[in-house]
T-cell receptor, first 112, second 115 residues
């Protein structure tokens, strides 16, 4: 079992719709969860972080965490063509030093 | 602030050659990391450092070496390049924080091709 699993996609969503990205992780000791966006040929940039069960909203983005199910998701409302990118889920290793384990990423395409 | 900078942007190496990938950050971050990203994959941690003089292995350290003589710099050395090391290399930094909640900031990456 991979430590962090994501559906690699591609996920295609019409403009204005809600895009839903999912991630599962295997280490129950993980406490910090991150979503990074990566445009083609660019470096990852953090868009959301979440540490407690429930929802966290930031503008059009909502991160959802369920530690019991070892599941974290990212919702993008009112999807825009500029949201087309690969979204990487990252989970911390509990051993410290902020070591992250990344999923393989989900490629999202927003169709105008 | 320039953030995290990496040089070179792109390099072609022949099998068996050596090179150093440079990484510098101007945010006074204690923690620094080297990742590699293969096509269509996520990032894998090669080495990391929690401060000057302290380094440790990540998931995929074989074939690489690092040093950390200053807070700002964290170079990655490839001693005997192999085709399996063809990848994009990202350097990242962060500051120590509570419960690993600090953001990692990434450099622009170095694309390496080993032929």
């Amino acid at each position: 079992q991979k430590e962090v699993e994501q559906n690699s996609g591609p996920l295609s969503v019409p403009e204005g719709a809600i895009a839903s990205l999912n991630c599962t992780y295997s280490d129950r000791g993980s406490q910090s969860f991150f979503w990074y966006r990566q445009y083609s040929g660019k470096s990852p940039e953090l868009i959301m972080s979440i540490y407690s069960n429930g929802d966290k909203e930031d503008g059009r983005f909502t991160a959802q965490l369920n530690k019991a199910s070892q599941y974290v998701s990212l919702l993008i409302r009112d999807s825009q063509p500029s949201d087309s990118a690969t979204y990487l889920c990252a989970v911390n290793r509990p051993q410290g030093a902020q070591k992250l384990v990344f999923g393989q990423g989900t490629r999202l395409t927003i169709n105008p | 602030n320039a953030g995290v900078t990496q040089t070179p942007k792109f390099r072609i190496l022949k099998i068996g050659q050596s090179m150093t990938l440079q990484c510098t950050q101007d945010m006074n971050h204690n923690y620094m990391y080297w990742y590699r990203q293969d096509p269509g994959m996520g990032l894998k941690l090669i080495y990391y450092s929690v401060g000057a003089g302290i380094t440790d292995k990540g998931e995929v350290p074989n074939g690489y070496n690092v040093s950390r003589s200053t807070t700002e710099d964290f170079p990655l050395r490839l001693e005997l390049a192999a085709p399996s090391q063809t990848s994009v290399y990202f350097c990242a930094s962060s500051r120590p924080g509570l419960a690993d909640q600090e953001t990692q900031y990434f450099g622009p990456g170095t694309r390496l091709l080993v032929l």
